[in-house]
């Protein structure tokens, strides 16, 4: 089950750790399932269609 993490300052979900643009530090917000809000990354996506997504 991946864990979404966006920032607070940005509407990007992220859900692969070896992403270029994962969210680090305290400033974020976190989901257990898939966001209905938000823009869903576009790396992300493509980690995971690759099978190289890092949960
Ligand atoms: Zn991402």
Same mark, same amino acid.
Request: contains cysteine; hydrophobic residues 0%.
């Given at each position: 089950m991946p864990r979404y993490v966006k920032r607070k300052d940005s509407d990007t979900w992220h859900w *692969? !750790? $070896? *992403?270029? $643009?994962y969210p680090t530090g305290l400033n974020v917000n976190v989901s257990? /399932? /898939?966001? !209905?809000?938000g823009e869903l990354c576009d790396e992300c996506q493509a980690k995971e269609k690759e099978d190289r997504c890092t949960g």
């Open positions: *692969c !750790t $070896n *992403c270029s $643009n257990y /399932k /898939k966001p !209905t809000y």
